[in-house]
């Protein structure tokens, strides 16, 4: 009787274990003409929340990003074209900082020391046909200095950092 009960036990336990083991699919994101999957963002350099669960915190995250890239794509854009993009890191502007129970997160400090990055391949395509596409790696060092980016959109820095790449990258070889 004992062994029928570690033998459903260790059965169960096996598949609980391949349960967790399971990777979880890559987020994807889509706006308009903009179509993003966030490839494994959990191994992203620096996108730590302080005051919201990780995972809400990424969904407004990525669907925030998303719509503000679709604003300017669609401006760049000829009609009929599409941006599709596969962003393999993300490194928020600012750093995480303790607090040491000052406060009941941590806090994201911004200087010019800690700008945003990004690290992701891209393609434009025409219907089926692929324009232009390529691997980018992208970093705004005077994020800080812009005057028009002191506003308190969220995500502004990182916005920036994209809509700047698609003005000065991409909509020049359309």
């Given at each position: ?116 990055r990004a690290t992701f391949s891209f393609t434009v395509n025409e219907g089926d046909k692929v324009i232009i596409s390529g691997d980018e790696k992208i970093t705004d060092m005077s ?32």
């Amino acid at each position: 009787m004992k062994i029928k009960y570690l033998l459903l036990a260790s059965v169960f336990s096996g598949q609980v274990a391949m349960a967790e083991d399971a990777p979880e699919p890559n987020p994807l994101t889509e706006v308009g003409v903009v179509k993003i999957e966030w490839q494994n963002p959990k191994e992203f350099r620096d996108i730590k929340t302080s005051t919201e669960l990780q995972s809400r915190f990424e969904k407004r995250l990525f669907e925030t990003l998303t719509k503000n890239i679709n604003k300017q794509a669609e401006k760049s854009l000829k009609p009929g074209q599409t941006l599709h993009m596969q962003v393999t890191n993300l490194d928020l502007a600012g750093d995480m900082r303790p607090t040491f129970g000052a406060t009941p997160g941590d806090l994201r400090i911004v200087k010019d020391l800690y700008p945003p990055r990004a690290t992701f391949s891209f393609t434009v395509n025409e219907g089926d046909k692929v324009i232009i596409s390529g691997d980018e790696k992208i970093t705004d060092m005077s994020f800080m200095y812009n005057s028009h980016r002191f506003n308190d959109r969220p995500f502004q820095y990182e916005t920036t950092l994209f809509t700047d790449w698609l003005q000065k990258s991409v909509e020049p070889k359309l």
